[in-house]
């Protein structure tokens, strides 16, 4: 399936306009896909398998900024540590730990976002309130958290993912500055294709939208 241009550049258009951060989620699709955008003028793209992003990273132009929106393993993080620009579903201190450590190997500081549990699904991942005020009060090395990611239900019922958005949107603020933290909050990461406006309604300043831009993905993804 061919890269939607038109998609893009309405989507881009729109959203720069709010000064909202596209990240153009290019899982599962080639690098020629990848390319496309990029010859565009694009450079902020998501991935969420840890070997894919590193073979892309070594066959793509060296200035795009590379997001891991996945789930990511502990063990992983030294795959990615070198070049990642942000990595957005953080969800327990333990990983901080190990992306500051990996981070601190390469000389770095890695940039992190908490991932928070705001969906009524138990397949979804992410901290607590609890959890998220604990590890926000850490103190770190070589790791910083610098926002919140989230997602909402996988639901038709816009309202339950417009309530889910306003609550992590409430974190947000509540966390922006100390003292209920010791990081400055600055991205939250909230919306995809199907709810991304819902998510700019609601005070979202970064998306992570797939598949209007590069086409439906086989499943599983
Ligand atoms: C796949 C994925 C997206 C993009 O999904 P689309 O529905 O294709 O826009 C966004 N965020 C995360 C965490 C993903 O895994």
């Known amino acids: 399936m061919p890269v939607n241009k038109s998609n893009y550049e309405r989507i881009q258009k729109e959203l720069q306009a709010k000064a909202v951060t596209l990240v153009a989620v290019s899982k599962t699709k080639p690098v020629e896909d990848i390319l496309e955008l990029y010859e565009l003028g694009h450079r902020d793209f998501g991935e ?45 201190f333990k990983l901080l730990q190990e992306i500051g450590k990996q981070a601190k190997k390469q000389n770095r500081i890695i940039d992190c976002l908490l991932q928070v549990y705001i969906a009524k699904e138990e397949t979804k991942f992410g901290l607590d309130e609890n959890e998220l005020a604990e590890v926000l009060m850490s103190e770190l090395v070589n790791a910083r958290v610098c926002g919140l990611m989230g997602m909402a239900s996988f639901s038709d019922d816009m309202e339950l993912v417009r309530s889910e958005f306003r609550y992590l949107k409430t974190l947000f603020d509540k966390h922006a500055k100390p003292p209920t933290s010791n990081q400055a909050l600055q991205i939250l990461s909230m919306g995809m ?16 939208i797939g598949s209007l831009l590069f086409g439906e993905r086989q499943k599983p993804v």
């Open 48 to 92: 969420n398998y840890v070997q894919e992003l590193a073979d892309k990273q070594a066959q793509l132009p060296k200035d795009i900024r590379w997001h891991f929106i996945g789930h990511l393993q502990s063990n992983k993080v030294k795959y990615i540590a070198p070049f990642v620009h942000l990595i957005h579903g953080v969800d327990s």
């Open 193 to 208: 294709s199907s709810d991304y406006k819902i998510a700019v309604e609601e005070g979202s300043n970064m998306v992570r």
